[in-house]
């Protein structure tokens, strides 16, 4: 029991958004396939929904620190909709600390957690998860094919990299415009962690081939070198 | 401290949708009115969001009171909606269960709570808590005008009661088909509840002047008679 | 481990009165004996202990809700007595919360809990723990025979259903007379539970050996046809 | 709030009996009158229904780790039953370790409380309770009028000590016979407390008017010096 | 009560190592009175008792993720020794996230924490709990003087800056050699949320009377900008 | 899983000070291989820093409750450092009540615990785990090599029991000096729990070659005779 190798994959939370019911499946699907020789643990993001109650309680003057709780919440949700999806195969319950998830998935089955601490965002908490239960791998599937040298959805020639080291990840970072500050927040602190602990990562588009493919050991998306 | 009469509110979780940003800050304004006489104990339920969680995890075969969880969980991210719209007026949690509800009370401020327990409608769970916190009063805001002798819906002539016999309550139940099963369900425990501990109950239209005029004792929806 | 199918099985809380030490090594012992073929995950009642605290509260003017919250911690002593009985092939502690029981279950032991929740009998509990865990059969061990289309303590004359539809248990409940209050509460949330997860439900009298039988299919008591 | 002088008095588990009812009423009438000098910290004892419970369980084979927590649940229900009979006056919930009790305490109400920990009598934990809130008194309320010199039970000459010192304490129960093990096992650690802290204590008949006179103090039972 | 307005103080961790005996007493009796002013919340950091734990720890190859685990809990540890110097002015407790501060903060008492989150230096923690708690002011008290251009243990003609732009202490961070990885992690993050809530923020050199002239508004250390 | 027979051995915080990076490794690789045979659950001591936490706090006032609190945190700490030189041998997290040594020991791994509840030793509280764990040895390993008949530092010619009864060492303790106060209140706990269970007792020199040969059955330190 929990003697796999585990793998820690983050999924964007706009896969919980309104073809969640097809996604999902989907995706359980993918996850019981890789089940048979890795153990997943999976790290669900808010999306629309945690948008929706953020910016409803950031109108009423909440603090930051509290609309993170909420975005946590909903992650939480989120995550309790892929348990369901994944039905007997995941650990039924959403941890909610590190212990917690360590405790999970010392059971085998597959484990399934949303946002842990406010000020982290779920990347860097994908990442503290990747460290505390010795993942071999961590996948951050996104909204887009990996880490480009400019946006992409501005700059048409932005070119993909296979590899990147994390010191370029950081310069990259540096030169972005202030206005996405919690983007890279979140970032920072996930390749901190990624560095720290040598955690072979993978950014690449979130779509369950591709996550098998990056499972297989196949380039696709970003690799960051640690 | 402490020592206002409690009013329990249940709002319903239509109140926390696309419109909650504009609805909220009237309800917390009303709410903060009426706390200068009255310690009120707010109720949220789940709306739309609960629904769209509930239905993907019930196609995936969910058993219903891991969805019954969902629908908590949702209720609860809502009542932490209307704690932010009322800011240090507000206890600044969500309380978990009855004996959490009953020290947050003790502090004086406005309790924002929701559903608490599986199995249990928060229809039933505000009645629990008007019990608990020995609320004097025990008002139950809905989509519609107050209780009808059929469903206004379908029926053009239906008829709005005034005054109704927990007893008549138990008759209308009975009488409904059996495919609203989830709705009347509800009802009996809150009914039941409302009886055994003769709690003063008005079932009126959502909207802040209607609850002002019921916690001024003015006539306005249907009062529950014990 | 845990691929067993499930049994809820409520157990009446006057089993755990004066006899207890005899009642419970010969349930103990039947317990054990189907544990080989099915795992059970038994729901203790509160009984005489939980009638002499809620009584004296009560007396006190103590709210219904927190005589709910006594009785539901003497079934959780109760089921404590329970767990000594059965020694290590019970799982030792007593979960507190439907997620608890599901994960308690997993391990595969016998799982013994009390009452969950204010304003839900052990029933209902029991009923909602049995679509938790998805349980393959739900009995309801009490202290008549089964279910009568008229009291048999006052009508000699009473017929016991060999089966019965929800539709006719909701009828005959609705006749009670209302003084049987919490009676009857309790078993309309339960049978509302049982209908909406089509549980395959049994009430019998409790006994070791009409439990065996129950669990063996044999005819026994009264079945509940969803 | 919070600012008077604290009192921690131990009420043994004989008043939660069949005449509890009568009992705890007259208790609480006693508890609110001296509460208006001084902020009582009660700490119930388990009684008969501990004794049941763990009398069938130890027949069980339990251990006797698992048969004091029994002890310390039914303390806790017992806790209950006080509160009920002090309503708003008392905290409303059963503190279950130093730290809570010291946050109730903050309060200013009435704190009641059962045992803490296994292997701690409810004596040891009331003193360590007194430690914690820094108690200018520790009233042990018994059954008997104070320490004797030999058992009164047993001896008719048994002669009651107006003060004793704790080092003569130690002395008398190295003598007693060692069938007694579980009684004297909780009075070494609560006189090492009361020691060790200097906790000024009376041990004495458990009666409302010799509590209050032992509040006022008035000579009554038998005064431990430190 | 809770009115007051809020300051959060950061407090290095090396007050708490050899002399913390005569440290804290110091420090006690400046929070007692700043606090008739304020209300201060105070997080404490991990110090050599922490670097004791990590380095062994992480000798024996335990991850990052429990090593900040061990750093926390030295950090609460240091808290509950400055809550024993405060005595009865602070909350008798630690508390262990973001919620259970806010409601610390709510009676009005000087509030003692450590560290909150595995991941996140106390430094980003305390930014978090100001954001939190709505505190008018930030004080990082830390081992040198404020913020300097270069390293002052190393330049000696480093810079003191009297004020300075968030958007330049990212420039410094950034300019950091790879090595001090941790270090600048953590004020990464405790920039940003500086930054997203417009903290007045002070980094200063810890000592009782420098604190006090910061509380004053008095110019001393580095002012962040925002 | 969990059918291992069971020994409870205490550690002496001794073992975590200057040299627990050494020690722990040897202690872990004894552990390890006495795995094979038995499950051992770990009980580690607090040490120095303990001390060094306790004696600040004295020296401020703190009531005493308090400060075996801090002990108890410390000792968890410690424990936590030898759960990190066992690796995945160990269960991850540090249970912290009698339940939770228990849930965590039917999982078959290594079971690593500190105290558990003040004014308990971690003598007593080994014990208290013993008997719950029903383990078939109690291991106490301390500074020196077993029971004298008077203390070994100050009698050159002090005289190792190699058995010695319950009641003898009731004897031993009445006598000693009562500045040793702390010291014999948690042996007293201790014997009375050893003796109230019969658990099989060795008091010996904390060394693993010492431990594996008590392991073994092989003569050495003190046997207590129950």
């Known amino acids: 029991m929990g003697t796999k190798e585990r793998v820690v994959i983050k999924l964007s939370g706009s896969l919980f958004g309104d073809n969640a019911a097809d996604e999902l499946k989907k995706y359980a699907r993918m996850l019981l396939e890789i089940s048979s020789e890795t153990q997943p643990v999976v790290v669900a993001g808010g999306g629309n929904v945690a948008r929706h109650y953020i910016n409803i309680a950031r109108g009423f003057g909440s603090d930051e620190a509290s609309l993170d709780i909420m975005g946590i919440e909903v ?56 460290e505390k239960v010795k993942a071999k791998k961590f996948l951050n599937a996104t909204d887009v094919d990996g880490i480009y040298d400019s946006d992409p959805n501005k700059n048409k020639g932005a070119k993909l990299f296979k590899d990147i080291t994390v010191k370029k990840c950081f310069e990259l970072l540096g030169s972005e415009n202030s206005a996405a500050g919690t983007y890279d927040l979140m970032d920072i602190v996930a390749l901190k962690v990624i560095e720290r602990s040598k955690i072979p990562t993978v950014v690449l588009k979130s779509d369950p081939s591709t996550i098998k493919n990056a499972i297989a050991n196949k380039a696709t998306g970003t690799r960051i070198i640690v």
Not at 99 to 105: H, K, L, P
Not at 106 to 118: F, R
């Open 75 to 130: 992650s939480r949700l989120n995550a309790r909709l892929l348990i369901a999806a994944l039905g007997d195969n995941a650990y039924p319950a959403v941890p909610s600390d590190l212990e917690q998830v360590s405790q999970a998935a010392d059971g085998g089955k597959i484990v399934v957690t949303g946002g842990l601490h406010p000020g982290q965002s779920t990347n860097a908490t994908a990442a503290l998860i990747a």
